[in-house]
């Protein structure tokens, strides 16, 4: 009887170390401080893994707001500075990130991981 529940104990434990280091599915590939440029010039986004995040750019010093991944490949941002939440197709290569706007009147931006 020890001898099983030592042997559950350890089996849990082995479960729950193998699912904390994978990351789960949870993941957020945006997190991070990323630099680079858009159609009226320099931005920096930090996005903190936890649904907020701030852009700076020539207009704005550090614009708050927050974001939702909706896909690996898709985040809807809505900063405080905007009037609604825009839909930005998201690639990722390396330690590059492109934001490109679903809509055409929203800038694209070309970043690299800070």
Known sequence: ?????????V????????????GGSGGDVL????EGTYEDGDATWTFDGKSKCTLT???LDK???AYTL???TEVEIKL??????????VKISG?????KANDPYSPNYDLTKK
């Open 80 to 89: 405080d500075a905007w009037s609604e939440a825009k839909v930005y197709t």
């Open 95 to 99: 330690n590059s990130l492109t934001l």
């Open 1 to 9: 009887m020890k001898k099983s529940i030592i042997l559950l104990l």
């Open 57 to 59: 750019t020539y207009f």
């Open 70 to 72: 909706n896909s690996d």
């Open 11 to 22: 089996l849990v434990l082995g479960i729950t170390l193998l699912v904390g280091c994978s």
């Open 63 to 65: 614009a708050p707001g």
């Open 31 to 34: 997190k991070g401080t990323w």
